[in-house]
């Protein structure tokens, strides 16, 4: 057994940076050479269906069949000039990975040849078999039909020699069955919302638009000691291993330079990006070792989500050519630094105005700080969704764990921003203000620094923090589609939004002016949301104290959080919203449930199986040296010199006995504590039984696989150790 860590070993000692493809010219001259862009849109299209393809995504207009036909044959043509000879439809089902199914450009000609062809109606409209793709029970089989539906907002791209088409997914009934469209329908209700806020202020707002700039960290491990580890191959984290003597104490990997060989890796992925026009921007090392960060420029919310799920899948093929593996596991290792992935998160308006960036003077600092309070409210009020949508069963090891966000939601603002709500909170009284008083007060909201950009002080232990010009929800998961955030941030905005603007015009119909109208609502949505905000340590024990006091919720169990989405209230968020329909929501919900089961039992199955195939025969035969060995003595050596030779030895046969009962006897309860979970028919239960009766044998497990790890001959030992995964590279 042993022999694989060993020749897995040996064969990182020989490895060399490798070397990739590099395009020789600039990165601005090759940019985004692969993707069906304006510029070649302009280039390739007639002038009537370039106009329907930008309507499109400025306005979410349809573009009809015939407009389509013009779109398909201008695709097509670049495509083929770029070497593509066939066509897909790329969508996100609800299984965290993207999906594609390619179809070649030909058909019959005359006379027994082929020829290229594709149309719009093979643009607008693919039908994958829907089948085997989980929805919860929204599809039945007698309808098990699934539909894709082109989303020109996206452009479309080649990879490899494939023109790949950005596509939601729906069901036969048109119910959503991936993250794009529910993301597509948040994002035109909180443009609707934010819009009719911001005419308050200005008559020349008529869109708005949400922003996300993603920071994706990841590890990379050598790919010889990744395939050596059952466990990552399978979960893609680490069942078993015993810390390493030195890991991140020393602080001594974030920032550091980059190895030679991840920096390969990085630039080959970066090379690929950029001919995508994927503007990916930054790459460091993380905090934890082998630990990493990618992170583009941001750009529109949904273009910038499809951009990460591909980038996703590029870095895992990239991986492969340097003899990586790259694990997007959100605790792939025990008492290290586990990955997010921060979603910064703004919405702007079509005249250029951030509204999360203060302005220059009182009116737009009025407008930001209306989106800031809004903002605050809105995770106020939706604390359990917004958790409910990042926590999963590999995001659960992480959160509250070593550096990472806890689990209650609060929002950090900074030292100005929070003067500044304190301030109108003061200031605003509640009979009509004098002339003086509105003054007063719009003199001193325009006292906001204009760039808070660089003066916010950094709070990085805060999961919901306003850095000066965005806000970034930090508690995202580095292995998740961010549209499940994304979908309930920009609901829960829209809703607040549309709340607010109710209430407003309520109190401007009774004559109030429309400022003071603003003002007085503001006041009352800063006193309500007090609670969420919180400027200190998130990470430690005393802010858990302060925040049971102050009522927030602290849930840190998957079943438990996925509720929230199916409480009436979220329901009929939802609903009103028109983001999700009742069976779309219980469907949603219910793949939640089923993917969280099926991850703890793949985790426990694996384990059960390390542990009596590789752990327990090397703890047996290490035990069976040691037995050896004391026996020779004995019969060499005195009574008296053997004791004092070999007690400690005999000691040590029984701690290594001990481990391997506890192994097997742990085992088999985990194994009758599936059984008892499995044929629990309600999907709720049988999660919270895995959550309850399962995972905690996980690590109950480990505990005596770990111990055996620092008894037990390293040259016998099976799995690569914690300071082998980490340290080589
Ligand atoms: P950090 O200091 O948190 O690592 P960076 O400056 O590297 O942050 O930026 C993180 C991400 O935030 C980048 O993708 C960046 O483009 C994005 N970002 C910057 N400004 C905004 C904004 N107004 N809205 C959304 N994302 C933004
Ligand atoms: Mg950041």
Redo the contacts with the bound molecule.
Sequence with gaps: MAHFRLKALEEVLNRKPEEFTREKNLVSDFYGKLAFDKPKMKKYLSKAAFNAVMEAIEKGTTIDRKMADQVAQGMKSWALENGATHYTHWFQPLTDTTAEKHDAFIVHGDEGRVIEAFSGKLLAQQEPDASSFPSGGIRQTFEARGYTAWDPSSPAFISETTLTIPTIFISYTGDALDYKTPLLRALHQVDKAATAVCQYFDKNVTSVKA?????QEYFLIDEALFKARPDLVLTGRTLTGHASSKDQQLDDHYFSSIPTRANRFMQDVENEAYKLGIPV??RHNEVAPNQFEL????EEANLANDHNQLIMDIMQKIARRHKFRILYHEKPFAGINGSGK?N???L?TNTGV?L??PGKNPKSNLLFLTFVVNTLKAVYDNQDLLRASILTASNQHRLGANEAPPAILSVFLGSEVSKMLDLMEESVVDRKMTPEEKTALKLNIGRIPEIILDNTDRNRTSPFAF?G??F?FRAVGSSANNASALIVLNSVVAHQLNKFKEKVDAIIAKDVKKDEAIFQVLKELIINSKPIRFNGDGYSEEWVKEAKKRGLTNIRNVPESLSAYLRPENKRLFEGLGIFNEPELHGRVEVEYEKFIMKVQIEARVLGDLAINHIVPTAVQYQTMLLENVLRQKELFSEEEFEQLAGARKDLIKEVGGHISAIKSKRHDMIEARKKANVIEDTVKKAEAYDKKVKPFLDDIRYHIDKLELIVDNELWPLPKYRELLFVR
Excluded: D
């Design positions: 922003n996300l700039g993603w920071e921007k930054t992170a583009p420029i941001f921060h910064n998160w703004s702007s951030n999360y960036s850095t010009n965005r970034e």
